[in-house]
């Protein structure tokens, strides 16, 4: 069985009596739902059978027309995933142990909740502050001050960063405090097609009149600047982050 900490032991008990269920049943739940990333679960236990849960979604279980069944899992799986949000369920990782799911940096020890979305996988470890991202083999750490993340999603279009669930509502990652890595900042297109080549001289077209306008990057420079000064002013980030995530938006520019 799944090893717990001392305190995910203490939520698992708690949980496994309110819900009636041993308290074996109650890790698997856990486990289901900690593989889904906080937010989806796939379970199969003796006590409630097999099926599918997603937060704020359809609970579906063997059972279809048992709806008591389903608000206990419905319920159940949002108790798991809040406890993984904001709790050291999983014991930490062993110094030097590695594998293929431990991807982040050793020390942070074990996540709390991890998942992946297209060529992202993240990993938050509330215990240390810490969302950890991988994109294309790059690992990025942010800092997540008093977040306490219950979701993560990725932005749809050119944007690959990801946006998270908090007590304080959806957050980006972009506003976040860099702590090492490349970050998550929009990936170039190539997905233009070639103008036809002509074979007749053209005179080349007129210059056009530039505008002295700060650039698009700017503009989203200057408006992380005024981020930072409000998470500043309002207690959420010393001085000294303020400076070091000030001066590494201004080599941007």
């Given amino acids: 069985m799944q090893k717990l900490t001392p305190a995910g032991e203490n939520i698992i008990s708690d949980i496994s009596r309110r819900y009636n269920l ?17 937010s989806m679960a796939q379970f199969s236990c003796p006590e409630l059978g097999s099926g599918q849960w997603m937060r704020g979604g359809m609970t579906m279980v063997g059972d279809m027309f ?3 069944l389903k608000n206990t899992v419905n319920n159940l799986c949002g108790e798991l995933a809040n406890a993984l949000a904001s709790t050291q369920m999983f014991p930490p990782a062993a110094q030097g142990q590695s594998g293929g799911n431990n991807w982040w940096p050793g020390d942070l020890g074990s996540p709390s909740s991890s998942g992946s979305q297209n060529n992202i996988r993240y990993a938050f470890f509330p215990q240390t502050q810490r969302l950890v991202v991988e994109r294309d083999g790059q690992v990025t750490v942010f800092n997540t001050l008093n977040h306490q993340i219950s979701g993560v999603s990725q932005q749809q279009g050119g944007n690959t960063s990801l946006t998270f669930s908090s007590q304080f509502g959806t957050i980006s990652t ?8 490349p970050g998550l900042l929009p990936v170039s297109s190539n997905n233009f097609a070639e103008p036809p080549v ?11 009149q530039q505008n002295h306008l700060p650039s698009q990057g700017a503009s989203d420079v200057m408006g992380l600047l ?3 000064g409000q998470l500043r002013d309002s207690g959420i980030l010393t001085d000294n982050e303020f400076v070091a995530k000030k001066t590494e938006l201004l080599n941007r520019l």
Avoid: C
């Fill in 174 to 181: 972009l506003g976040l405090p860099l702590i090492s890595g």
């Fill in 66 to 68: 048992n709806h008591g």
């Fill in 198 to 208: 002509s074979h007749f001289q053209q005179s080349p077209p007129p210059p056009v």
């Fill in 226 to 228: 005024e981020k930072l």
């Fill in 22 to 38: 041993s308290f074996d049943s109650a890790v698997r739940m856990l486990v289901s739902v900690n593989q889904g990333g906080g």
